[in-house]
C-alpha cells in the first residue's frame, strides 16, 4: 500500500511538473530594450511569464552595440518592446530583420502619451524649454526623429500609458493570460499613481533649486514636478562636449548659484570634476535607466525613488 501511495504521489508531482513546463513554454517570448520598461513588463507579466531584456547593466541605450545572442533574442520574440528611433539607434536595422509574425510595440507612438522636443543649447531658463511635441494624444501616428525627447519613463503618467499598451499587446498574443495581465495592469496602475503623489510631495521643497544634469535626459521628470534644471554638461553623453560647451556651462553654474552638478554612472565622471572645479557647488549622480539595480518589477519604482533621493540629498535643506 505504502508503494502505490509512492508511486500516486511521484505521478502527480510529475504531471505538476510537466503542467508548470507547459504554461512556461506557452508563456509569449517578450523582449524589451531598456530596463525601466522591462519592469513594467514584468508587473504586468507576474504569474504569466517573464520577458528578457537587451540592455543590461551599465550599457547606455544611446550607443549600445548588439550581440550575437541579443540579436537571436529578438529575432525568437513574438513581442519586442523598444521606445523608438530617437532613443535607441542601435535596434532600428535589426527590428527591420524580425518576422512580419513579431508584433514590434514602439512606445513613441503610443495615444496620449506626453511627448517633450529636445532643449536647444546647453543652457536653460525655468519655464522656458519645455513645449509638448503636439501636446496629450497629438502628433502620433508617425515615425518621430530627432524632434522627441526619447526618456519619456520618467514620467509615472507616460508610464501608465505604457503599462496600458502592454496589457492590450500580451492580450492580444496570450489571450490565455488576459485576466493575469489585466489584473496586473491595474495594480502598476494604482501603484504609479501611489508613487507619482508620493514624488510630487518629496520634490516640492526643492523645486526652485537650480541644478546641472550630465546630460539632458530627464525634462520628463522635471516637468512633472517642477523642478529647475538650468543646463546639460553635453547634448550627447557618448561625445565629449566642446570647450565652448563647458565655458557656458561654468558661466551658467556661477550665475545661476546651482547648487549641485549631477553625473551619471554610465559615463565618465571627470568632466563634473571640471565644472565644478573652484565653485561651492557639490556632485550628486542621477541614472535614469537603474543600470545597477537588478531586473525585475521592482526596478521602475526603485530608480524613481532613487532619482528623488538623489535631488534631496544634494538640493535639500540645510545641504
Not at 501616428?141 to 519619456?152: R, T
Not at 549641485?260 to 571640471?274: D, I, K, R, W
Request: aromatic residues 6%; hydrophobic residues 45%; charged residues 20%.
Amino acid at each position: 500500500m505504502t508503494e502505490v501511495r509512492t508511486v500516486a504521489a511521484i505521478a502527480i508531482g510529475l504531471s505538476l511538473a510537466l503542467l508548470h513546463t507547459a504554461a512556461a513554454d506557452a508563456a509569449p517570448k517578450v523582449a524589451v530594450s531598456i530596463k525601466p520598461i522591462h519592469a513594467l513588463a514584468a508587473g504586468v507579466m507576474a504569474g504569466a511569464g517573464a520577458p528578457e531584456l537587451i540592455v543590461r547593466g551599465r550599457g547606455s541605450e544611446h550607443s549600445y552595440a548588439l550581440k550575437p545572442s541579443e540579436a537571436r533574442t529578438l529575432t525568437g520574440a513574438q513581442l519586442v518592446v523598444w521606445v523608438g528611433e530617437p532613443l535607441e539607434t542601435f535596434l532600428v536595422k535589426p527590428l527591420r530583420s524580425v518576422s512580419k509574425a513579431t508584433r514590434v510595440l514602439e512606445l513613441l507612438e503610443l495615444e496620449g502619451l506626453t511627448l517633450l522636443k529636445p532643449r536647444e543649447g546647453g543652457v536653460w531658463e525655468k519655464h522656458g524649454h519645455a513645449a509638448k511635441s503636439g501636446g496629450h494624444g497629438q502628433a502620433h501616428g508617425h515615425a518621430h526623429g530627432a524632434d522627441v525627447d526619447g526618456h519619456v519613463w520618467l514620467d509615472p503618467d507616460n508610464a501608465r500609458i505604457i503599462v496600458a499598451a502592454l496589457v492590450k499587446s500580451l492580450s492580444e498574443i496570450d489571450a490565455a493570460n488576459r485576466a493575469t495581465y489585466e489584473k496586473n495592469g491595474a495594480a502598476l496602475a494604482a501603484k504609479l499613481a501611489a508613487l507619482d503623489a508620493e514624488l510630487k510631495q518629496q520634490m516640492a521643497a526643492i523645486k526652485n533649486r537650480p541644478y546641472i544634469v550630465f546630460h539632458d535626459a530627464y525634462q520628463y521628470f522635471e516637468q512633472r514636478y517642477g523642478l529647475n534644471a538650468v543646463g546639460s554638461i553635453t547634448v550627447h553623453p557618448e561625445s565629449k562636449p566642446s570647450a565652448r560647451r563647458l565655458t557656458q556651462i561654468r558661466d551658467k553654474l556661477a550665475k545661476s548659484a546651482a547648487r549641485c552638478v549631477f553625473s551619471e554612472p554610465q559615463y565618465n565622471a571627470a568632466l563634473v570634476g571640471t565644472v565644478i572645479e573652484g565653485s561651492a557647488a557639490r556632485v550628486g549622480v542621477l541614472d535614469p535607466l537603474g543600470a545597477d539595480l537588478p531586473e525585475g518589477q521592482e526596478a521602475y519604482f526603485t530608480m524613481m525613488r532613487n532619482l528623488a533621493r538623489s535631488l534631496t540629498d544634494c538640493l535639500g535643506v540645510g545641504s
